[in-house]
C-alpha cells in the first residue's frame, strides 16, 4: 500500500521508458501520489502528453521555464516527495548522479534532494557492463541509492544479458520496500480461487458462467504485494496471471478442488470463484450427436469447495473467506451462506444484471462477519482487494497476539 506517498517519477531516455507509464498506472492505483519529470532524451520515447495524463498533473521537463519555478521550484519538487524513483535510469544519468552534475532539471531535482532516492537502471548490456558504470552504481550504493535490476533478458537492441529494466511489480515491491509499507503479510501463506468453472457435456462442449475472473485476480495480486505466499486456483479466464503469484490452471469444479486441498495448510483461503454448482452426470466420452429426440442432460451436484476447506479436519486456515454471490436480498442471504459454509468471513455483493459486478471493473462489497454487517462504497475490484487484504492482514496480526 502505498496511500498517500509522494513519489517523483524521474523519466530518462531508454526504451524502457514506455513502461514507465504502466508503473505511473500501478502507483496511483496503490494510493501513490505521482509527479514525474520527462528529461530531454525520454521525451524521445514517450510524449509529456500520456506521461501528464497518467499523472493526473503537468510533466515537469524544463529547468528555466519562469513558469516552473513559480509554481514550483526544483528544489521544492524534490523535497515534497517521500521518494525520488528514477526509472528508466540510463547509463548516462546514473553517472550524472554520480559525479554531481546538475544540468537539466532531473539531475537538478537528484542533487538537491534530501529524500531517498530508487533507480531502476536499464541500457544496452555492455554499458551495463562497463567498468564505468560499474564504479558509478557502486558508488551510487554506497550513497544510499537503492538499486533495482537490472534483469536479464534478451534487449531491444537484440543482445542478451543484463540490462533490462526490472519488470513495473519488482520496481513497485522495492517502493514499497523502501517506505516501509510492504510486507504486512511476509511469512504468511494464502490461496485464492477465481474465474468460472467449466463442466464438459462430451469432449467439446461445456456448462460454464459469466464470471471473468478479475476479482479473484486482483485478491491474489494484493496478497502477493502485501508479502503473502499466494497460490491461485484459476478456473479458465483471458486474464494474465497476477504477478509474483503462483498459478495452478483447473477446468472443473472436482479438479479445483482437488488443486486446493492439495494447497492446504494455509493461513488464508479465499473462495472468489464461480463455481458451477452442478456438473453432467455421465459425461460420455464421445461427441454427443444430432438424434431425432433431444438429448437429456441429467446433473449432480459439485462438491462445495469452500465449505470443504472452512469444515477441514486437519488443515483448517485461520481465516476462510467466501463471496456470496446474489440478486436481491444481499446482505441477508450473506449471513445464512455464512452459516451455511462454516465460512469466517462473506463479501456479499450483488450480480444482478443492473449491477454490472460480473464481468465489470468495479464491485460493491457488504463483509459479513460474527459481529456483523459492513458495506462498503463501490470500489474498483482492485480497491477491494486491497481494502480485503489490509483487512486480513489486521485480522492475522491480532489474532497472533492473542
Ligand atoms: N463455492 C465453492 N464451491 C461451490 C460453490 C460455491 O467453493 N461448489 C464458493 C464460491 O467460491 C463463493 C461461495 O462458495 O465463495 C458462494 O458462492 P455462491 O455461488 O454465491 O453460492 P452457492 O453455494 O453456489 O449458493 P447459491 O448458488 O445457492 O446462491
Redesign the pocket.
Known sequence: MLQGKRILLIVSGGIAAYKALELVRRLRERGAEVRAILTKGGAEFITPLSLSALTEDRVYSDLFSLTDEAEMGHIQLSRAADLLVVAPATADILAKMTAGIADDLATTALLATDKPVLVAPAMNVRMWQHAATQENIGRLRERGVHIVGPNKGPMACGEFGPGRMAEVMEIIAAIERRLGTAGALAGRKALV?SGPTHEPIDPVRYIANRSSGRQGHAIAEAFAAAGAETLLVSGPVSLDDPPGVRVIKVES?REMLEACLAALPVDVAV???????WRVAGVPTQKLKKKAELPELKLEE??????QIARHREARPRLVI?????TERVAE?GRA?RQR?GCDWILANDVSAESGTFGGADNEITLIDDSGAETWPRLSKHAVARRLVERVARHLASESKR
Open positions: 480461487t469444479a473462495g472468489a470463484a464461480a463455481v458451477a454448482d459439485n462438491p462445495d469447495i469452500l465449505a467466501g463471496f456470496a454471490a446474489e442471504q451462506k459454509k
